[in-house]
C-alpha cells in the first residue's frame, strides 16, 4: 500500500486546512487511517483515525472539536478537516493504515504504511 498525504499549507492562527490522503496497492477499506503529526524536536503523536468500512472515528483529546476525519467519495481516500488552527498545531502531518480495533490505534507502531507527510505552519 502507498499512501499521499497532501493539502498542507501556513495558515493564520484561527484559519482552516484540509488535508488529503490516498491510498493506492490495495483497498485499505478494510483498515484504519489514521493521521499522526511531528513537530522539530518531538515525538510522532496520534491525531485521529477513522475506520475506513464503518465509519467510526477515534480523536486525540487536543483536537477534539476542532479537526474531523472523514471518509472520501473514492474508495481509498480520507481528509482531515482541521479548523480553529493553533500555532502549536505546526507539524508535518502524516496519513497512515493499519489494521485493529480503532480504539488502539493510537500508536505509530499499530500501523503497518505511512505517507511522506505534508507540512502545516500555523502562524500566530
Known amino acids: 500500500v502507498q499512501l499521499q498525504a497532501s493539502g498542507g499549507g501556513l495558515v493564520q492562527a484561527g484559519g482552516s486546512l484540509r488535508l488529503f490522503c490516498a491510498a493506492s496497492?490495495?483497498?485499505?477499506?478494510?483498515?484504519?487511517m489514521g493521521w499522526f503529526r511531528q513537530a522539530p524536536g518531538k515525538e510522532r503523536e496520534f491525531v485521529g483515525a477513522?475506520?475506513?468500512?464503518?465509519?467510526?472515528?477515534n480523536y486525540a483529546d487536543f483536537v477534539k472539536g476542532r479537526f474531523t476525519i472523514s471518509r472520501g467519495a473514492a474508495e481509498n481516500t480520507v481528509y482531515l478537516q482541521m479548523n480553529s488552527l493553533k500555532p502549536e498545531d505546526t507539524a508535518l502531518y502524516y496519513c497512515?493504515?493499519?489494521?485493529?480495533?480503532?480504539?488502539?490505534?493510537?500508536?505509530?507502531?499499530?500501523?503497518?504504511?505511512w505517507g511522506q507527510g505534508t507540512q502545516v505552519t500555523v502562524s500566530s
Open positions: 477513522i475506520n475506513w468500512r464503518a465509519g467510526s472515528t
Open positions: 497512515a493504515s493499519g489494521w485493529g480495533p480503532i480504539a488502539t490505534m493510537v500508536r505509530p507502531e499499530r500501523y503497518e504504511y
Open positions: 496497492g490495495r483497498s485499505v477499506s478494510s483498515y484504519v
